[in-house]
Nanobody, 115 residues
Framework: QVELVESGGGLVQPGGSLRLSCAAT????????MAWYRQTPGKPRELVAG???????NYDDSVKGRFTISRDSAKNTVYLQMNNLKPEDTAVYFC?????????WGPGTQVTVSS
């Protein structure tokens, strides 16, 4: 059973924006530190942005100032607002707990930045 479901990806031009959503199926995720990860072919998954249960955030240097992670506990959802997208942001984006757990990897959502 998939417990974290990502959505919101798509094709966007450089400089464009997307908002990703991660819907959790169980309430336990409200008390977990969460993060968005991304993966490109041939490379390991990397942490892009994280948010604690107390809403403290952290970002990879490559996305600082462009991406914003947030969470809505009432909706049990974590978001990733991505602005000023660059071709190098192209990847499959996943959400998971921190540190990640193999049992929580979902299908991910594809983000493609291209003109």
């Amino acid at each position: 059973q998939v417990e974290l479901v990502e959505s919101g990806g798509g094709l966007v031009q450089p400089g464009g924006s997307l908002r990703l959503s991660c819907a959790a199926t169980r309430g336990i995720f409200r008390i977990r530190d969460m993060a968005w990860y991304r993966q490109t072919p041939g490379k390991p998954r990397e942490l892009v942005a994280g948010i604690t249960s107390g809403n403290i955030t952290n970002y990879d240097d490559s996305v600082k100032g462009r991406f914003t992670i947030s969470r809505d506990s009432a909706k049990n959802t974590v978001y990733l607002q991505m602005n000023n997208l660059k071709p190098e942001d192209t990847a499959v984006y996943f959400c998971n707990v921190v540190p990640w757990s193999a049992r929580y990897w979902g299908p991910g959502t594809q983000v493609t930045v291209s003109s």
